[in-house]
């Protein structure tokens, strides 16, 4: 079929398995509860050639802070170059404006040959860093429970996300701490290959290595995080621990170089399908 006859739609969680398959194919960390946090809070987009799934984006809005995430595009390889992957991109950024956001996203190199014409700006910069659990458990963090930190996530990453956090404690609820005084928590997610550590937010460097060590203390296996790149402190903490860097990103806003939130406490993003 060629390719300006197929049509993007909605697609819901009957279709997960056709979701899987792009971002195994891609090589990419997301589970279905990962798939499953867009299909309940967000919206996903797809592209079906033959009755199979070819293209997603996905698009997950935080309306108290005026902006939503774009995440999931994702094209299978026997499809890319032909134009699927920025249709998607432009339905993604249709349904954040249509609802009065400001689209939000953290791109790779590749991506963001795309996004800056289209007027994605940046806003900084974030690395991911790959490496194994293990260690100590720190003094001054104990595990958090019951009470979310959603003021302080909200304070960091710009916008509310209570419904975030509660799924993130409920499925890795070993790996989630806070410090004794309060002021600074982590959580984690189980991915496909790898645990996912973040958000983390902290108020200093110090503060965030030990929030960093008592998750990776309490975890087992590989593990995954993305660290913005003004921390370069906790970066070379990292180093010395035997993580390397994997790739690069860039957090990227429609029209808006300025920060969400503020970047000055926040340390490790939730990933970039999830900010």
Same mark, same amino acid.
Request: charged share 20%; net charge neutral.
């Given at each position: 079929?060629?390719?300006?006859?197929?049509?993007?739609?909605?697609?819901?969680?009957?279709?997960?398995?056709?979701?899987?398959?792009?971002?195994?194919?891609?090589?990419?960390?997301?589970?279905?509860?990962?798939?499953?946090?867009?299909?309940?809070?967000?919206?996903?987009?797809?592209?079906?050639?033959?009755?199979?799934?070819?293209?997603?984006?996905?698009?997950?809005?935080?309306?108290?802070?005026?902006?939503?995430?774009?995440?999931?595009?994702?094209?299978?390889?026997?499809?890319?170059?032909?134009?699927?992957?920025?249709?998607?991109?432009?339905?993604?950024?249709?349904?954040?404006?249509?609802?009065?956001?400001?689209?939000?996203?953290?791109?790779?190199?590749?991506?963001?040959?795309?996004?800056?014409?289209?007027?994605?700006?940046?806003?900084?910069?974030?690395?991911?860093?790959?490496?194994?659990?293990?260690?100590?458990?720190?003094?001054?963090? !104990?595990?958090? &429970? %019951?009470? $979310?930190?959603?003021?302080?996530?909200? #304070?960091?990453?710009? =916008? +509310?996300?209570?419904? /975030? *956090?509660?799924?993130?404690?409920?499925?890795?609820?070993?790996?989630?701490?806070?410090?004794?005084?309060?002021?600074?928590?982590?959580?984690? !997610?189980?991915? &496909? %290959?790898? $645990?996912?550590?973040?958000?983390?937010? #902290?108020?200093?460097? =110090? +503060?965030?290595?030990? /929030? *960093?060590?008592?998750?990776?203390?309490?975890?087992?296996?590989?593990?995954?995080?993305?660290?913005?790149?003004?921390?370069?402190?906790?970066?070379?903490?990292? &180093? %010395?621990?035997?993580?390397?860097?994997?790739?690069?990103?860039?957090?990227? =806003?429609?029209?808006?170089?300025?920060?969400?939130?503020?970047?000055?406490?926040?340390?490790?993003?939730?990933?970039?399908?999830?900010?």
């Amino acid at each position: 079929m060629p390719t300006e006859a197929l049509t993007t739609a909605g697609l819901t969680p009957a279709d997960m398995a056709g979701c899987l398959a792009l971002s195994e194919g891609a090589g990419w960390n997301q589970s279905a509860e990962d798939w499953n946090i867009f299909f309940r809070h967000g919206t996903v987009f797809g592209i079906e050639e033959g009755g199979r799934l070819v293209a997603s984006g996905a698009v997950l809005p935080y309306p108290s802070g005026g902006f939503g995430w774009v995440s999931m595009v994702l094209v299978a390889a026997s499809m890319r170059g032909r134009g699927l992957g920025t249709r998607i991109l432009h339905r993604c950024i249709e349904a954040l404006r249509g609802d009065g956001l400001c689209p939000v996203l953290d791109a790779t190199p590749a991506g963001e040959r795309i996004y800056r014409p289209l007027g994605f700006r940046t806003q900084f910069g974030l690395t991911r860093w790959r490496g194994l659990s293990g260690g100590d458990a720190p003094h001054g963090t !104990r595990a958090l &429970r %019951a009470d $979310l930190p959603a003021a302080l996530d909200a #304070a960091a990453f710009g =916008a +509310d996300r209570h419904f /975030l *956090l509660a799924e993130l404690l409920r499925r890795a609820p070993a790996n989630a701490f806070t410090l004794d005084n309060g002021n600074g928590f982590v959580l984690a !997610r189980p991915g &496909r %290959a790898a $645990l996912q550590i973040g958000p983390l937010v #902290a108020e200093s460097e =110090a +503060d965030a290595a030990r /929030l *960093l060590d008592a998750a990776l203390a309490a975890a087992q296996g590989p593990v995954l995080l993305d660290l913005a790149d003004r921390w370069t402190g906790l970066a070379a903490h990292l &180093r %010395a621990r035997g993580f390397t860097p994997e790739r690069p990103y860039n957090r990227m =806003a429609l029209d808006r170089a300025e920060p969400f939130g503020d970047p000055a406490r926040l340390f490790v993003v939730a990933g970039p399908e999830l900010g």
